[in-house]
């Protein structure tokens, strides 16, 4: 295993459904990352959170709406989604500062909007 | 804007050949090039990654092969093996960005007995 654990593994909602998914990390790092993975294209980085503070957001519609209590825990809040939005949501951690890029991904969400 | 281009988008080999995926970047400001690899049902996960001081790393069967002047790097899996069979990934980022990668579309590697 990774480190990086995520919840659910499968999602089914409707398009005016509000669920949650949840990613959690046991390697002490201080960054995380949420993740769009479409078959046949590059991930798409969403959000980035560098200690607790959203760093970055990728244009992403605010159907889309991220939570970082502490740098171990890492929300995706989804509300009103659209059937494009099926995908596999990954969430990854690194250590940022220590020299080394590596990012450590969980086995991601697979969601599907109805 | 695709910053990272891949190829191809599937490769099939024999068993004990070599698998060979291609990407181009366009960023010059990139200084760090890793390959993830990622199994249905898993993450990706770090395979090996190369800095463009050098132009070529190896870890056992799999090499990165580095040209700075052409924008080019690639993957060879030597001695392919059905175990090998994935999902690669090409990325880039630059030392500036901390661990923001940039990734390519991804190779669907099928190795065959």
């Known amino acids: 295993e990774t480190g990086v654990t995520q919840t659910p593994r499968h999602l089914v909602m409707g398009m005016t459904n509000k669920k949650s998914l949840k990613c959690e990390q046991h390697?002490?790092?201080?960054?995380m990352y949420w993740y769009k993975q479409s078959a046949k294209k590059p991930l798409e980085l969403m959000f980035v959170?560098?200690?607790?503070?959203?760093?970055e957001n990728n244009s992403v519609p605010s159907r889309f709406s991220p939570e970082c209590p502490n740098s171990s825990h890492l929300f995706l809040h989804l509300h009103t989604l659209q059937p494009e939005d099926s995908a596999l949501y990954l969430c990854a951690s690194s250590q940022e500062g220590r020299g080394s890029n590596e990012q450590f991904f969980g086995p991601g969400t697979r969601l599907t909007v109805l | 804007q695709q910053q990272v281009k891949q190829s191809p988008q599937s490769l099939i080999v024999q068993k004990g050949g070599i698998s060979i995926i291609n990407c181009a970047y366009e960023n010059t400001a990139f200084d760090y090039f890793p390959w993830y690899q990622q199994f249905p049902g898993k993450g990706p996960a770090l395979l090996i990654a190369i800095r463009p001081d050098v132009s070529e790393k190896k870890e056992g069967r799999f090499t990165i092969s580095f040209n700075k002047s052409a924008k080019q790097f690639s993957l060879h899996i030597m001695d392919s093996q059905p175990g090998d069979s994935a999902t690669y990934f090409c990325?880039?980022?630059?030392?500036?960005?901390?661990?923001?990668?940039?990734f390519g579309e991804g190779t669907q590697l099928t190795v065959n007995p």
């Open positions: 959170y560098n200690f607790k503070e959203q760093t």
């Open positions: 990325a880039a980022s630059k030392e500036t960005s901390g661990s923001r990668l940039t």
């Open positions: 390697l002490g790092h201080n960054a």
